[in-house]
């Protein structure tokens, strides 16, 4: 049968994609709700037909080991909350998906990993992208070696933020966030160079730019540039910020064509352009990604699906990241990145 999901946190994300994204799941339902303000979870928990007893707050959370109809426990909670919720879900038996970034710091990855080994049960780290049919379509033409060998991967991941917007405040916040805008929309760049090329990085430089000036960066650094090296020789040039005009994007410059995903990892709308080689632009039906990885967790849960999005996967991009950082702190030096990690599926 279908698999009963918890959303913990009604933010942005829960409201704007993951409670509407219910309608589109065919393997997933909605069945209980974790929030602080009452009223928001009953407003929710009406729009959605939820009985009352499925409404949680933070404190009696753990009541949910009760409830045999939540199977998955979704965090979508600022960054540095990921883990407790993320653990005491696990104690209580459930399954668990956790938003991007895993967590703030690599201890908390690993103390993660640690809780759903001791629980025997899944933890997904929700990297909405291995879902995406666009994503998927480029990572398959890359592999099919139809472009030939990828070169370059160039990926730049950031939008304007807001400190009058609360969901903003967090995120440049050092320790709810860990790390700004690379943290937030970098982590796609990190994560896309590496199921672009399907290798992993040996080495980085990275530099920053930030106006301490502005109110927004008293904390986070603003801009990163970096640059990735890997084991076939491909280079990946990456940027993020918090201060330039919303872009996700990545391109793949290959030994006999190219292509360009602009947008490449937004909500809907992305589109693929592939040029050279005589390979065409392939045709794409856009689907909503986030039931498509709702309903992937489900038949993770029911056995029906690899696991794709791993927690190691999580803690691999959190120590790039913390790479990233590392070199810029130090004015671009080069920082060794072969952490062992190999990706246990392609996506
Ligand atoms: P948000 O700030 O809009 O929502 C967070 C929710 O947590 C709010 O309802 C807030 O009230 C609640 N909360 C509980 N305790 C809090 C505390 N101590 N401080 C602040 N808020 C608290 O954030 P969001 O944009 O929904 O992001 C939530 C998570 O989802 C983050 O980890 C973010 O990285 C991730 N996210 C992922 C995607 C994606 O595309 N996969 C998109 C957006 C956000």
Not at 329 to 341: D, M
Request: proline share 5%; hydrophobic share 40%; glycine share 10%.
């Amino acid at each position: 049968g279908s698999v009963g999901f918890a959303i913990v946190g009604l933010g942005k994300l829960s409201l704007g994609q993951l409670v509407p994204g219910f309608r589109n799941c065919k393997k997933a339902y909605l069945a209980a709700l974790v929030s602080g303000s009452e009223e928001k979870a009953n407003r929710v928990a009406a729009e959605q037909k939820l009985p009352s007893r499925a409404i949680y707050n933070y404190a009696d959370f753990d009541r949910i080991v009760a409830d045999p109809g939540i199977e998955v426990v979704y965090i979508v909670l600022p960054n540095f909350m990921h883990a407790e919720y993320t653990i005491r879900a696990l104690k209580a038996g459930k399954h668990v998906l956790c938003e991007k970034p895993m967590a703030t710091t690599i201890e908390d990855g690993q103390r993660m990993i640690a809780a759903a080994k001791a629980a025997n049960r899944h933890l997904m780290i929700a990297y909405r992208c291995h879902y995406e049919p666009m994503n998927l379509v480029g990572m398959r033409l890359l592999r099919s070696g139809k472009l030939g060998k990828p070169r370059i991967v160039v990926t730049d991941m950031g939008r304007q933020s807001d400190l009058s917007d609360p969901s903003d405040a967090w995120r440049l916040d050092m320790k709810k966030s860990g790390g700004g805008a690379l943290t937030d929309m970098g982590v796609y760049g990190v994560n896309g160079a590496r199921y672009l090329l399907n290798e992993e990085p040996t080495e980085v430089q990275a530099w920053s730019r930030t106006d301490r000036n502005d109110p927004r960066f008293k904390e986070v650094e603003d801009l990163y540039a970096w640059q990735f090296r890997f084991p076939s020789g491909a280079i990946a040039n990456g940027s993020t910020s918090f201060s330039y005009a919303g872009t996700m994007s990545w391109h793949v410059m290959c030994e006999n064509g190219k292509m360009t995903a602009d947008p490449g990892c937004f909500y809907g709308g992305n589109r693929l352009t592939v040029t050279g080689n005589g390979v065409e632009t392939p045709q794409i039906t856009e689907i909503d990604q986030f039931a498509r990885e709702m309903d992937w967790m489900a038949d993770v849960v029911r056995g029906r699906a690899p696991m794709v999005s791993t927690a190691e996967e999580g803690v691999q991009d959190m120590r790039l990241m913390e790479a990233i950082m590392e070199s810029a702190a130090k004015g671009g030096a080069t920082v060794a990145t072969n952490f062992g990690f190999r990706r246990p599926v392609d996506p």
